[in-house]
């Protein structure tokens, strides 16, 4: 089955800075990956998905880029601020949304 | 409109008792998956319900847990004679199904086994 694996598990940078989260999977029919943030007690929400037939899609500060032939999609944040603390979640899926792996998760702490 | 909602938010209960847990998914999603996600923890995959289909059950980790979907809609799930180690949150989330669509989740119960 699908695994999906993410580095780094924390995270801190200055705020200002980018920060860059990798997520590995290894099932090449993986067709969707979206990527979720959590804070602190509350429930994830999406923040940014893309699907296999795209490279890289950006809203505001915030990018994805995937690349099939490696297998590996990354999120990007630029310009940090301390609201974009979190714990985010990559994950894939494929097969119509049923077979739906998350990543462990990336604690980011973004200094002031 | 509204999201997805969870009842109940907490919920404290004694070793070896049965819980029910319910989820609410957003009206006319046919998606429908449970999580859980211990204390510091990722999400754990419990099980998926698409449709009339048959559902997923393959994360769930033991027989003590259950899970059933009424008329395509609300979602219970269901853990018998609980244990200390089932203590997190169960998230619920619902998607419009078909091809892999975004998840919405539900602000999830927090189970206490003591």
């Known amino acids: 089955g699908e695994n999906v694996e993410q580095h780094p598990s924390t995270l801190s940078v200055q705020e200002g800075d980018s920060a860059v989260i990798k997520c590995t999977y290894s099932?090449?029919?993986?067709?969707?990956f979206p990527w979720y943030k959590q804070e602190l007690g509350k429930r994830p929400q999406l923040i940014i998905d893309i699907r296999s037939n795209v490279g890289e899609k950006k809203d505001q500060r915030i990018a994805v880029t995937l690349n099939k032939t490696a297998k590996h999609f990354s999120l990007h944040i630029t310009e940090t601020q301390p609201e974009d603390s979190a714990v985010y979640f990559c994950a894939a899926s494929w097969n119509y949304g049923q077979n739906f792996v998350f990543g462990p998760g990336t604690r980011l702490s973004v200094l002031p | 409109g509204a999201g997805v909602s969870q009842s109940p938010s907490n919920k404290v209960t004694e070793k070896g008792k049965d819980v029910e847990l319910r989820c609410d998914p957003i009206?006319?999603?046919?998606?429908l998956y449970w999580y859980r996600q211990s204390l510091g923890q990722g999400l754990e995959f419990l099980i998926y319900?698409?449709?009339?289909?048959?559902?997923?059950k393959s994360g769930l980790p033991s027989d003590r847990f259950s899970a059933e979907r009424t008329g395509g809609s609300v979602s219970t799930l269901t853990i018998q004679r609980t244990q200390q180690e089932d203590s997190a949150v169960y998230l619920c989330?619902?998607?419009?199904?078909?091809?892999?669509?975004?998840?919405?989740f539900g602000p999830g119960t927090r189970l206490l086994v003591l």
């Open positions: 989330a619902s998607s419009r199904g078909g091809q892999p669509e975004t998840q919405y």
């Open positions: 099932d090449s029919a993986s067709n969707y």
């Open positions: 319900f698409q449709g009339n289909s048959a559902p997923d």
């Open positions: 009206s006319g999603h046919t998606a």
